[in-house]
């Protein structure tokens, strides 16, 4: 068995990497940044820290779920997310419904995270809310700077949905505003 461990956090991920050989001297494990590499299809187990919402990060994690749809990869992905990364992996595992994904909360000690990724692949936590597809667009134009005037009329919505889809997204995300979502 081969893991990847993908966080743009080298402490983090360097724990979670001795944590795993510790508990399993016989895997392979390696750890790096959050970017596409073709080795990542050799592996069999990927492990996603997703302490984002929407930002390059998250863009990057989309680049990689693409390319394994693309090449029909057979592995298991594991997301480790956050509060406020719950209903975006919630949406990212309705998208790329092809792929193996699961989501695993990560205020859990590396240890623990560690004794799951291992022992027990199939106690993560279930998910039941997402975003929907109009509020993940919704909140993609509007991080992406444009006013909500602008989004209501190529969206053809009125400004009052998009308000709405807004404030549906950010409730969901945990965030009190879209500032919070990029820090």
């Known amino acids: 068995m081969s893991y990847a461990i993908l966080d743009n956090n080298r402490f983090y991920a360097e ?5 795993l050989v510790r508990r399993n001297p016989f895997i392979q494990v ?11 299809l050799d592996q ?6 997703c302490r984002f919402s929407l930002s390059a990060t998250h863009q990057s994690l989309v680049k990689i779920l693409l390319r394994l749809e693309n090449a029909r990869w057979q592995g298991t992905l594991y997301l480790l997310c956050n509060e ?3 209903a975006l992996a919630t949406h990212l595992r309705k998208r790329f419904s092809s792929l193996r994904i699961y989501s ?3 205020r859990m000690s590396v240890a623990e995270a560690a004794y799951v990724l291992i022992k027990a692949p199939r106690r993560v936590r279930c998910i039941n809310y997402a975003l929907s597809d109009a509020e993940f667009n919704v909140l993609a134009l509007l991080i992406g700077g444009l006013p909500v005037r602008h989004i209501a009329t190529t969206t053809r919505l ?5 308000s709405n889809h807004k404030c549906n997204a ?6 009190s505003n879209l500032l ?3 820090l």
């Open 170 to 175: 950010l409730k969901k995300l945990n965030a």
């Open 158 to 162: 009125s400004e009052k949905q998009i």
């Open 180 to 182: 919070q979502l990029l």
């Open 44 to 49: 069999t187990i990927l492990v996603i820290r």
């Open 84 to 86: 406020k990364g719950w």
């Open 104 to 106: 695993i909360d990560d």
């Open 15 to 19: 724990g979670l990497r001795y944590a």
């Open 30 to 40: 390696q750890s790096q940044e959050l970017c596409w590499q073709n080795q990542l």
